[in-house]
């Protein structure tokens, strides 16, 4: 009972936090958008002979999973440094 009611909590802040964000942050820029598409184009101008060799869709998205655990990994390691100054820095005493 008590997890479900801190997990309803939890929910509720990341609900509001991320509800403001998307009412407050502007949409992406322009070059953003003109990027993703000049992606694709030169993805889909690689030739199908290169395709069957080099796997280039498992190896953009495989690259694009690292970028996205080096972030993650990077913000948790950002958070546990924001915590420490809280907290005073913990440790084993």
Same mark, same amino acid.
């Given at each position: ?41 030169? #993805?889909?101008?690689?030739?199908? @002979?290169? *395709? ?6 498992? +190896?953009? /998205?495989? !690259?694009?999973?690292?970028?996205? #655990?080096?972030?993650?990994?990077? @913000?948790? *390691? ?6 420490? +100054?809280? /907290?005073? !820095?913990?440790?084993?005493?």
């Amino acid at each position: 009972m008590i997890v479900e009611w801190f997990l309803a909590l939890v929910h509720g802040l990341g609900a509001t936090v991320f509800g403001w964000l998307h009412d407050h942050l502007p949409s992406p820029p322009g070059f953003w958008t003109d990027a993703t598409a000049a992606i694709n184009t030169i #993805l889909s101008s690689v030739p199908s @002979a290169i *395709r069957y060799f080099v796997p280039v869709g498992p +190896l953009v /998205t495989a !690259g694009l999973a690292l970028v996205g #655990l080096i972030v993650a990994l990077g @913000a948790l *390691r950002l958070v546990r440094r924001i915590l420490s +100054l809280f /907290t005073g !820095g913990g440790g084993n005493a």
